[in-house]
């Protein structure tokens, strides 16, 4: 789908915001293989979501962070 404009890249409180230039799901792929620690890939897309598991990294819905942030979902 038609990504969102979001925040800034960068990190903060432990989140990293990443802007990929092309294929974003192809971008977020490629970070899980290659990060050497534990990730977690927040999304509600499903095809990204059992990518993301195949290369071993969990998956949280957008819910389970608005509410970690303390915040409403938009």
């Known amino acids: 789908g038609a990504g969102r404009l979001g925040p800034p890249r960068g990190t903060a ?3 990293e915001v990443v802007h990929a230039a092309r294929a974003g799901d192809d971008a977020i792929v490629g970070r899980v293989r290659h990060e050497p620690g534990p990730v977690v890939v927040v999304s509600a897309d499903r095809g990204l979501r ?3 598991e195949r290369n071993g990294a969990g ?16």
């Open 59 to 74: 998956v949280r819905g957008p819910t389970w962070l608005w509410s970690r942030l303390g915040g409403n979902e938009p």
């Open 50 to 52: 059992a990518r993301v």
């Open 13 to 15: 409180d432990g989140v």
